[in-house]
């Protein structure tokens, strides 16, 4: 009899509750056999293998479903229209939405986060190029409108969430915070990292660390590029100007004042990958400020006193 009633409800179990099953097993156990699977489901290997020919078609098939979430969660939030409206209260709305459904799909889905064996298959890869892109578009939106910071690469951004759904997946397989604070915790960790002081800047051994602050680095890498550039300009100019008592003094022919205006220049760009690779090796302010100053001395050294000139 309890034969029977196994056979009858081996007949009826349908391909969503095997997919739905082997979801909750594949959490557990992300390499699971489809032996392993099918006592999990609860059906035969033979049944098993009637839904899916092997492991391989069950995982895509599960991916598709993943990806078919991932989807509903895009336009539950309204994630395009969002994008569209350029408007900062209707795309924090949205990102809010968004990173809820993002916990629900790391808690259901967690198993497939990191296999990327999956996305061999060109349908998949194509769903899941356009699917990344429409949140690309989201994110970019976003830092126009002052949502989130707009110093980040984009896809910066994106793989900050896909890093954080992959914590999400940890935390609760091992049981580190409450599925209640899951969402909670995303969302300030997304919005305000993990730094003390918050939304002002994380603070390390009570100071503030460098660059915390929107536009400070940048402007101080403008500065010294500006202030190397102008000491090219300048010399070149100085070399400009004093063509005229050049050519009176030396008398040079024309290719030889070509190579007088040239040089500097020629040994400029000659020089700049040696420069990038004493840069990457002492630093790149170490590797900037060391010649300029050098140069400068040098200069200072070689132009004759005023006793000198007055001679």
């Not at 599960?62 to 900062?88: F, I, K, M, N, Y």
């Not at 990292?193 to 939304?199: D, K, N």
């Not at 994380?202 to 680095?217: I, L, M, N, Y």
Request: net charge positive; charged share 25%.
């Amino acid at each position: 009899m309890s034969q029977m009633k196994l056979r009858c409800f081996t007949m009826a179990v349908t391909r969503d509750q095997i997919m739905k099953a082997a979801i909750q097993h594949l959490n557990e156990n992300p390499i699971a056999s489809m032996a392993q699977l099918a006592e999990a489901v609860g059906v035969s290997r033979a049944t098993l293998h009637r839904h899916f020919s092997n492991r391989e078609e069950l995982m895509l098939a599960l991916a598709h479903r993943a990806h078919d979430q991932w989807e509903h969660v895009q336009e539950r939030c309204g994630l395009v229209a969002a994008t569209g409206s350029q408007d900062p209260g209707a795309l924090a709305g949205a990102l809010e939405a968004l990173v809820a459904g993002m916990v629900e799909i790391a808690d259901e889905y967690g198993f497939g986060l990191t296999d990327y064996t999956l996305l061999i298959e060109p349908e998949l890869r194509r769903r899941a190029d356009a699917l990344e892109e429409r949140e690309l578009a989201f994110y970019a939106a976003a830092q126009r409108a002052g949502v989130l910071r707009a110093d980040l690469p984009v896809r910066w951004v994106s793989n900050t969430v896909f890093g954080l759904m992959v914590t999400v997946r940890e935390s609760l397989r091992h049981g580190d915070v409450a599925r209640r604070d899951v969402h909670r915790l995303l969302q300030t960790t997304f919005l305000r990292g993990t730094g003390a002081g918050g939304r002002g800047g994380a603070r390390v051994s009570g100071r503030k660390v460098a660059g915390d602050e929107p536009g400070g680095r940048r402007w101080a890498a403008l500065v010294v590029l500006s202030a190397s550039v102008l000491m090219v300009v300048m010399d070149m100019t100085v070399l400009n100007v004093a063509l005229p008592a050049i050519s009176e003094e030396l008398r040079p022919d024309s290719v030889q004042l070509l190579w007088m205006v040239d040089a500097y220049s020629l040994v400029l760009s000659g020089l700049l990958v040696t420069a990038s690779a004493l840069g990457d090796r002492w630093g790149g302010a170490s590797a900037c400020c060391w010649p300029g100053s050098r140069r400068s001395g040098w200069r200072r050294w070689r132009s004759p006193s005023p006793a000198a000139r007055r001679r």
